[in-house]
């Protein structure tokens, strides 16, 4: 085979130094983690020995095994997890577990499509493995394990599979930009990753509280389209809501009001165009606060107001 022109050459160097050199800062803070049923990967994220992972790699498990890449063995105690976002902050203990190799979260706000991302972790129990290839799409939607709709999700196709769940996924600068979250297993080269953006503010909740707060106001419902005419009529400036199936007895919904059959339109003055949406907006600042909820009810619209209350499931 000929030897490649000295500018090919050239640019493969370059990118294999741009690999390497990722490769070199942040495989040291990443580790194996062992649960009994199911192994993954995680990444040390500060110099005391927290480190990220997938809500769904420690789901249900006591205290884990965590290896290290240089062979040591530290326990893990989970901090908190969260599955609407699939992540989970660990803490290392143990005598071996001090001043441990650490990874920089950087800002995943600043990636830009087509740039090198790097994905390290324990694929298939080979421990410490690396894929290469380019960030293919920002700001994807993808639905968690719990159901709840998580956005801000990196696509790239740097190659994942069971195991590098809870691993980083690199810059070339050596930043991680998210934690590596699913794969399409029918698909070539759809691969997932949280971004770091919504890693750090669920990571510094859980160090502080265990858990994410988030709104709970306690109705079943649907996603449903409203009548053009009734849009038309009440001026609507959505054209789909939430139709309420169901409200649960002596919640934030039953005290402010709302019946089965209502289709709910906006929340707290934003438009409400599907159950997502309704979720999205239930977050943390608005527990304890009265909010304004417009809906449609037998073709009439009303105005009502609700406390949202603290959701008690993980």
Same mark, same amino acid.
């Given at each position: 085979m000929p030897p490649l022109p000295a500018r090919d050459a050239s640019l493969l160097d370059a990118y294999s130094n741009a690999v390497t050199g990722a490769v070199e800062a942040v495989g040291p803070a990443v580790v194996k983690i062992e649960n009994g049923r199911a192994s993954g990967s995680g990444v040390v994220f500060t110099p005391d020995g927290f480190l990220l992972t997938n809500h769904h790699v420690v789901d249900g498990s006591g205290p884990l095994a965590v290896t290290l890449p240089d062979g040591r063995s530290c326990r893990g105690d989970v901090v908190g997890h969260d599955a609407d976002t699939?992540? #989970?902050?660990?803490?290392?203990? *143990?005598?071996?577990?001090?001043?441990?190799?650490?990874?920089?979260?950087?800002?995943?706000?600043?990636?830009?499509?087509?740039?090198?991302?790097? #994905?390290?972790?324990?694929?298939?129990?080979?421990?410490?493995?690396?894929?290469? +290839?380019?960030?293919?799409?920002?700001?994807?939607?993808?639905?968690?394990?719990?159901?709840?709709?998580?956005?801000?999700?990196?696509?790239?196709?740097? #190659?994942?599979?069971? !195991?590098?769940?809870? +691993?980083?996924?690199?810059?070339?600068?050596?930043?991680?930009?998210?934690?590596?979250?699913?794969?399409?297993?029918?698909?070539? *080269?759809?691969?997932?990753?949280?971004?770091?953006?919504? #890693?750090?503010?669920?990571?510094?909740?859980?160090?502080?509280? !265990?858990?994410?707060?988030?709104?709970?106001? !306690?109705?079943? *419902?649907?996603?449903?389209?409203v009548p053009r005419a009734l849009a038309r009529a009440h001026r609507l400036a959505v054209t789909s809501g939430v139709l309420v199936a169901e409200v649960e007895s002596g919640s934030p919904a039953a005290t402010a009001g709302l019946r089965s059959g209502d289709i709910i339109l906006t929340f707290a003055g934003e438009p409400v165009g599907g159950l997502d949406e309704l979720l999205r907006q239930l977050t943390d600042d608005c527990i304890g606060t009265p909010v304004k909820l417009t809906v449609l009810r037998r073709g009439e619209r009303r105005a009502l107001t609700i406390v949202p209350a603290e959701s008690q499931r993980n």
């Amino acid at each position: 085979m000929p030897p490649l022109p000295a500018r090919d050459a050239s640019l493969l160097d370059a990118y294999s130094n741009a690999v390497t050199g990722a490769v070199e800062a942040v495989g040291p803070a990443v580790v194996k983690i062992e649960n009994g049923r199911a192994s993954g990967s995680g990444v040390v994220f500060t110099p005391d020995g927290f480190l990220l992972t997938n809500h769904h790699v420690v789901d249900g498990s006591g205290p884990l095994a965590v290896t290290l890449p240089d062979g040591r063995s530290c326990r893990g105690d989970v901090v908190g997890h969260d599955a609407d976002t699939d992540l #989970a902050v660990v803490r290392l203990v *143990g005598p071996d577990c001090a001043r441990l190799p650490w990874a920089t979260l950087g800002d995943s706000r600043r990636v830009r499509v087509g740039q090198i991302a790097i #994905a390290i972790g324990n694929p298939y129990g080979f421990d410490h493995s690396v894929t290469a +290839g380019v960030v293919s799409a920002l700001g994807r939607s993808l639905r968690s394990r719990s159901g709840r709709l998580l956005d801000d999700v990196i696509q790239t196709d740097a #190659a994942l599979n069971p !195991g590098n769940s809870g +691993g980083p996924l690199v810059t070339s600068l050596g930043e991680v930009v998210g934690i590596n979250t699913a794969m399409i297993p029918s698909a070539q *080269g759809l691969c997932f990753a949280v971004a770091s953006h919504t #890693a750090r503010f669920v990571a510094a909740q859980l160090i502080r509280d !265990g858990r994410i707060r988030r709104g709970y106001i !306690g109705v079943a *419902g649907q996603n449903v389209t409203v009548p053009r005419a009734l849009a038309r009529a009440h001026r609507l400036a959505v054209t789909s809501g939430v139709l309420v199936a169901e409200v649960e007895s002596g919640s934030p919904a039953a005290t402010a009001g709302l019946r089965s059959g209502d289709i709910i339109l906006t929340f707290a003055g934003e438009p409400v165009g599907g159950l997502d949406e309704l979720l999205r907006q239930l977050t943390d600042d608005c527990i304890g606060t009265p909010v304004k909820l417009t809906v449609l009810r037998r073709g009439e619209r009303r105005a009502l107001t609700i406390v949202p209350a603290e959701s008690q499931r993980n």
